[in-house]
Antibody, heavy 113, light 109 residues
Framework: QVHLQESGPGLVKPSETLSLTCTVS????????WSWIRQPPGKGLEWIGYIYYSGSTNYNPSLKSRVTISVDTSKNQFSLKLSSVTAADTAVYYC???????WGQGTLVTVSS | QAVVTQEPSLTVSPGGTVTLTCGSS?????????PYWFQQKPGQAPRTLIYDTSNKHSWTPARFSGSLLGGKAALTLSGAQPEDEAEYYC?????????FGGGTKLTVL
């Protein structure tokens, strides 16, 4: 059974870079698309972007200038970096393999000084 | 960027049938948008119910079905159960981007 787990700081200061990692267990990260999605408190879901195991990426145009998603197949992990964060980036961040229905439990990241 | 529209809220009676729809600001939703449907209950991560318009996962209750209807993607719930009360999100593929709808809060009452 594939399991995804997000990890990273729960508190990030404004203007700094948010960094999260998703560790995939129970299966290989190879041959799939891996996504990041976020949900501000009390609001809907927002697609951030995805990465293919080979490294090709696709980002939400509204976040593209600040987002980098990378993959480390040796560690079975993929990562999200979001730069120049503001309070508007406060959200629960999920990693997922959408088509197969595998989601992490989500991690709350708060942007505050 | 395209805007994906859903009904903000719907109510269905237990045992009843309801259809949630998902429209696109760019025109008709087609199979080429590969519509997905997600269910989210309070405090939980979303769960994928439907992918590629009408395909179900092993955990998707048989009472849920996906289709294209009148230029929109549709999620039909036939025989609503109290545990189906949740937020439902659709998700569409566009060239270069993916977009979530704003969600439909479904009440079973």
């Amino acid at each position: 059974q594939v399991h995804l787990q997000e990890s990273g700081p729960g508190l990030v200061k404004p203007s700094e870079t948010l960094s999260l990692t998703c560790t995939v267990s129970g299966g290989s990260i190879s041959s799939y698309y891996w996504s990041w999605i976020r949900q501000p408190p009390g609001k809907g879901l927002e697609w951030i972007g995805y990465i293919y195991y080979s490294g090709s990426t696709n980002y939400n145009p509204s976040l593209k200038s600040r987002v980098t998603i990378s993959v480390d197949t040796s560690k079975n992990q993929f990562s999200l970096k979001l730069s120049s964060v503001t309070a508007a980036d406060t959200a629960v961040y999920y990693c997922a393999r959408l088509k197969d229905g595998h989601w992490g439990q989500g991690t709350l990241v708060t942007v505050s000084s | 960027q395209a805007v994906v529209t859903q009904e903000p809220s719907l109510t269905v009676s237990p045992g009843g049938t309801v259809t949630l729809t998902c429209g696109s600001s760019t025109g008709a939703v087609t199979s080429g948008h590969y519509p997905y449907w997600f269910q989210q209950k309070p405090g939980q991560a979303p769960r994928t119910l439907i992918y590629d318009t009408s395909n179900k996962h092993s955990w998707t209750p048989a009472r849920f079905s996906g289709s294209l209807l009148g230029g929109k993607a549709a999620l039909t719930l036939s025989g609503a159960q109290p545990e189906d009360e949740a937020e439902y999100y659709c998700f569409l593929f566009y060239s270069g981007a993916r977009v979530f709808g704003g969600g439909t809060k479904l009440t079973v009452l």
